[in-house]
């Protein structure tokens, strides 16, 4: 064995070490962008979604209609100019809008409070219940 072959061999290492190190550094840039224009077009259908329902969308499946490339995010995370698209869209496509809600559409609860069942109403198991309710409360 020479002596200037062990100084080239592990330099030959070293550098075999670092190439490989450096596609891993690639792949992981590759991988970690890839990730973010993922993270990205979830956060844009999200805001989408929740814009398009404040805006009365009936069908949610319209955003489909939506050409990607129209959309931004600020750097805040919001998507950019969100209302005036939902805007457009609802004056192109007016089937896709009811009428624009902030609230449920469930109908308010009767004014009038519970009324209390009548003794003449029980069966004796319930007449016995209510009784013993009654006595404890006393």
Do not use: C, H
């Not at 550098?15 to 962008?33: D, P, T």
């Not at 809008?97 to 449920?104: D, H, V, Y």
Request: hydrophobic share 45%.
């Amino acid at each position: 064995m020479n002596e200037n072959d062990a100084p080239a061999s592990a330099t030959d290492q070293v550098a075999e070490s670092l190439e490989l190190l450096r596609e891993r550094n690639a792949l992981l840039e590759r991988r970690l962008a890839e990730m973010a224009e993922a993270v990205d077009a979830r956060v844009i259908r999200a805001e989408l979604k929740a814009e398009a329902v404040r805006a009365g969308m009936v069908d949610l499946d319209g955003l489909k209609l939506i050409d990607p490339a129209e959309v931004r995010l600020s750097p805040a995370g919001e998507v950019e100019g969100a209302g005036a698209l939902m805007n457009r869209l609802r004056r192109s496509k007016p089937w896709l809008f009811g009428a624009a809600s902030t609230s449920s559409a469930a109908p308010a609860p009767p004014a009038t409070p519970p009324r209390a069942k009548r003794a003449a109403e029980m069966t004796d198991a319930e007449y016995r219940a209510a009784k013993a309710e009654l006595l404890r409360r006393r």
